[in-house]
């Protein structure tokens, strides 16, 4: 699973996204809403840029646990409350 | 496990199996040449694999992106020269390229699950149900454009062939705008209520012509550009078409 799986970040501004895999196992962050795809291997650190985003949802899954393994970014006019920057 | 095995397999084997078609209604080649392209490509794939972990870390985290956007640009110019001049050197790198940029994913991911008892049953049967729709989806997209050739000559073809490698660049463009190699522009337009990407359609889509749902400015100059050079040094290069007029 992704924690947070909830990312609050603000509108129109380009975040940087640093995620852990801290499994043993590999999972691939994969987001059709975002057009991003990366392989998370176990125990290393990865980046993936999003955005200029408008307001909105945009959901992101690991493609091999998709069932358990999901999370979304919520795009908000506000300052960003849990973007990991 | 077995519906993320038979997508995943879907996900990776569909780009490989639509171009190698492609290129087979464009200039038929042997089995031996196809075989032995999947096959390198397959060993390529592997020793990719092996060392993603490592090139992963590359660049501040950046190196895979960097090697698959190289993937995407080279399986571009390789299907473009292979529709002007029917080489066989273009075959091989445009086949290699693609079965080395979508195998090594699956690869990662049979080799992470095969050794969880509980899943290898489902990997297996998942991967055989997919390598079937796979393998069903091209025999009909063969006959297809097998049958669109001789009625409409080669230029319905060599169109979803630049529409096929244009995809390769917007997905080398979405690797770019993941590392910051570029910005992203606003979004076109957003069809997400309408036709999913994630969607069975919208997947086959996103195979064949590379649909995306929402693509930015910059994804749609690009994939129309591409797609126009693409069609227009077919036309301008008279040998590439006068070779497979029928």
């Known amino acids: ?85 | 496990m077995l519906i993320t095995s038979l997508v995943m397999s879907l996900n990776q084997l569909l780009p490989v199996a639509i171009l190698l078609v492609l290129l087979q209604v464009v200039k038929k080649q042997s089995s031996l040449r196809i075989c032995s392209a999947v096959l390198i490509g397959a060993v390529m794939s592997f020793l990719y694999m092996q060392s993603a972990s490592w090139v992963s870390q590359w660049f501040e985290h950046q190196g895979l992106e960097y090697s698959q956007i190289g993937l995407c640009i080279t399986i571009f110019i390789a299907v473009l020269v292979f529709a002007l001049k029917q080489k066989s050197a273009a075959f091989y790198i445009a086949v290699i390229s693609t079965v080395t940029l979508y195998l090594s994913h699956y690869i990662i991911y049979l080799t992470s699950f095969w050794q969880n008892s509980d899943a290898g049953q489902s990997l297996f049967i998942g991967t055989l149900l997919g390598s079937g729709i796979c393998l069903s989806f091209s025999v009909l997209l063969y006959f297809l454009m097998n049958t669109i050739k001789y009625r409409f000559g080669m230029y319905p073809l060599f169109t979803l062939l630049a529409f096929n490698s244009a995809a390769k660049l917007l997905v080398a463009l979405d690797l770019a705008s993941q590392i910051d190699l570029i910005t992203n522009t606003s979004t076109v337009w957003d069809l997400r209520d309408v036709l999913s990407e994630n969607s069975e359609l919208g997947r086959v889509l996103r195979a064949l012509v590379g649909y995306e749902a929402t693509p930015d400015l910059m994804s749609v100059l690009i994939y129309s550009t591409s797609s126009v050079l693409f069609l227009l040094l077919c036309y301008v290069i008279p040998a590439s078409i006068t070779k497979e007029r029928v």
């Open chain 1, 1 to 85: 699973m992704f924690y947070p799986s909830q990312i609050i970040i603000p509108a129109n501004k380009k975040v940087k996204l640093l995620i852990e895999n801290q499994d043993s196992t590999p999972e691939e962050f994969d987001s059709f809403d975002l057009n991003r795809e990366k392989v998370l291997y176990p125990n290393r650190k990865s980046i993936i840029y999003i955005g200029p985003l408008s307001k909105g949802h945009y959901e992101f899954f690991g493609e091999f646990s998709p069932n358990t393994a999901r999370g979304v970014v919520i795009v908000s006019d506000e300052e960003a409350q849990h973007a990991n920057n």
